[in-house]
């Protein structure tokens, strides 16, 4: 297909940007994850002085900094992508909700769980004026990834959140290790998604 409109270059900057992103939180969080699990198996069970170092409680804040500083900087490249996008392909066929929406549903409770992959499937699909069973696929394995993520960064908080023993401290370091490990087929196949809307954003503006 053909877009009536252009993208702006505000929306092409992000659409450069937003994988680049993506890998790169994958990256800082396989390092937080390893690190953490590392940390775990430093946590000793000798005495009731034995207590995490001050440098085991500096290297879990630095990376819980960053990973968390990463992800927000992604989430706000992508949902600013996705409402460009979604103003872009509003003149060309009926999208499911208004690009405002698209944005936000992102952070609305419980609608956050299947309302993002709607918008996207059918942005795709505006594009391609067909349904991408390949697509679908790839969507479909990226948002089971993104889900059990979101569901261990949760069960890491909780348990984080109530440590009261040494025991409950190397399984705070645990469940958080695998929740940022987590966090890495998300990512990947997330910029792989975003990488193959941009494609064929790409060839629908070409003369």
Known sequence: MTLEGRPTAAWWSQARLLPLLLVTSAGVQAVAGVVCLLLATRVRMEGPGDIPTARMDNSWTLMAT?????????????????????????????????????????????????????????SHELLVRRDDSTFTRLTMRWWVCWLVFWAAQLAAAWIE?????????R??????G??????????????????EI?????????P
Do not use: C, H, K, Y
């Not at 990973?67 to 992508?81: C, D, N, R």
């Open 178 to 195: 695998i929740a940022d490990l987590l966090a890495i087929p998300a990512a990947l196949l997330a910029s792989q998604v975003v990488r």
């Open 161 to 169: 959140g109530s440590v009261q023993s040494l025991n409950g401290i």
């Open 66 to 122: 960053a990973t968390g500083l990463v992800l927000l900087i992604t989430a706000a490249v992508w949902m600013a992508w996705q409402r460009s996008l979604a103003r872009l392909l509003w003149p060309e066929g009926e999208l499911i909700r208004q690009p405002s929406v698209q944005m936000i549903a992102w952070v609305i409770p419980v609608v956050a769980w299947w309302w993002p992959l709607q918008d996207i499937r059918r």
């Open 198 to 206: 941009n494609r064929q954003v790409s060839e629908s503006v070409r």
């Open 171 to 176: 399984a705070a370091f645990t469940a958080t």
